[in-house]
């Protein structure tokens, strides 16, 4: 199976022009000829306040594409804030188009593929999104995503999550589905986890609240990716991270299993939900 | 019943000793001779790393007076972060002598709030702590705590909270609690909700999460204490709080009743979990 045309929303906030110039000339310069076309929806330039577009016009774009049999992929622009306004909206209006194509993005985006995960969707995958092309270094991880959107290449896949059957979140996303419909069943998968911009005692209440739903102590393990710009407080926490994420797994009995080559950074790789 | 004994314990962060004159002092101005004991745990001024000593430390000190059945009320001496930490190891320690008193307290203490009510403790209540007393214009707020815990004085209470069946909750740490065995069945509550230092995203995603969740929609609807402190995004959010709050209470099908007359102020007034 061969992606011929990948669909980008944004569910979230919205990218400027030179994302789609910078990606496109990505494709092209991976593929030639035969690249795929990467179609950009209008809704992902426009705004309202915080987000690209409101409620309503989001969900409407996420919905058309996913629904659009033309389209293979389905690949979230960026991250920023806004995924979960549109969880509860969306879901009931995605058929089996929808559930046939590949979806791929993280960190925000993560609402929506835990919720797609949730729903039984088989082809949900954490990795690269067009709008790292902006980070030094970005066109790398623009083509990892690619080479996973197009051809499934192995080569673009984090190590473990090759032969783990392993999920990847970012921890506050992951965090704020717990209970809700949205919280896909995790049961004796391998728990991928990275965060970005908090402080040290957010992401050990983060931690507190992960670890101790008794859903998520059913995982097999728990693997943690990079955890960057730790934001200073005013006091000093007295723990790192590591030994943070060593104190909840070994308070709730889940397996430290190691590290996971994930993170908001341009090392980023591919993570299909369940396996790959 | 007069509580003639208060012990004070700090599972989150340390006070100093300025609290502990003033305060006393606020009692005896209160209530001379009859002025009741207040009994600072001396874990109160430890400190580790981030917190008010390790965590067996702020456990040892809250199952101390807990189980003494000299003292009448437990008030945990401010917020901060660290409750959540010694949740799971202190629940199994709390018996008969812990159920019997009133506990008093709000933001991060709600973790320990929220567990202990949904343990089946009766005598569960937000309101000010002795940190408060720092606070411009504090006295008020901790001689409002005073005739509650002394005198359980409606004056004291919340307008709303003395004739519904309420909780009090910090968004965030409520927030923290769902999907844990921590989480209180607030089935046909008023639900009150505050909010301090948090972007207008973060508050927003909160209210998707703490709505979310089935059990909560169960609640019999929400207040809207104050949301103080709001941090300045990098791009305006679109929404003020009201509207958030409004949006969520529509998504979910739960009722806004209004406002509650609490938050990280000296204004914050008292909220008995269950009905006063």
């Not at 926490?237 to 994420?245: A, M, P, Q």
Request: hydrophobic share 40%; glycine share 10%; proline share 5%.
């Amino acid at each position: 199976m061969k992606t011929t045309r990948i669909g980008v929303v944004a569910p979230s906030c919205p990218i400027d022009g030179d994302v789609v110039d910078r990606v496109t000339a990505r494709a092209q310069a991976l593929y030639g000829e035969s690249a795929p076309e990467i179609r950009f929806h209008p809704q992902c330039f426009l705004t309202h306040g915080h987000f690209a577009g409101d409620d309503e016009a989001r969900a409407k774009a996420l919905v058309e594409y996913a629904s659009d049999p033309e389209i293979d992929a389905i690949w979230f622009a960026r991250g920023g804030y806004g995924s979960c306004r549109v969880v509860e909206t969306t879901l009931p209006r995605l058929g089996d188009a929808a559930r046939a194509k590949q979806w791929l993005g993280y960190s925000d985006a993560g609402s929506l593929l835990g919720a797609l995960y949730a729903a039984g969707f088989a082809n949900v995958a954490h990795g690269p999104m067009p709008a790292d092309i902006r980070r030094d270094g970005g066109e790398a991880a623009v083509d990892r995503a690619l080479d996973w959107l197009v051809e499934r290449s192995t080569d673009a896949l984090e190590p473990n999550a090759a032969r783990e059957r392993a999920v990847a979140f970012n921890m506050t996303i992951l965090s704020n589905l717990i209970g809700t419909p949205f919280q896909p069943d995790l049961t004796d998968h391998v728990l991928m986890l990275e965060e970005v911009s908090e402080h040290h005692y957010r992401i050990d209440r983060t931690l507190f609240h992960i670890t101790s739903d008794p859903a998520i102590r059913r995982v097999a393990g728990i693997r943690l990716g990079r955890v960057s710009d730790v934001i200073e407080n005013d006091r000093s926490f007295g723990y790192e991270v590591d030994e943070i994420v060593a104190h909840w797994c070994a308070v709730s009995g889940i397996p430290l299993l190691g590290t996971a080559n994930i993170g908001h950074d341009v090392e980023n790789r591919v993570v299909p939900f369940g396996g790959a």
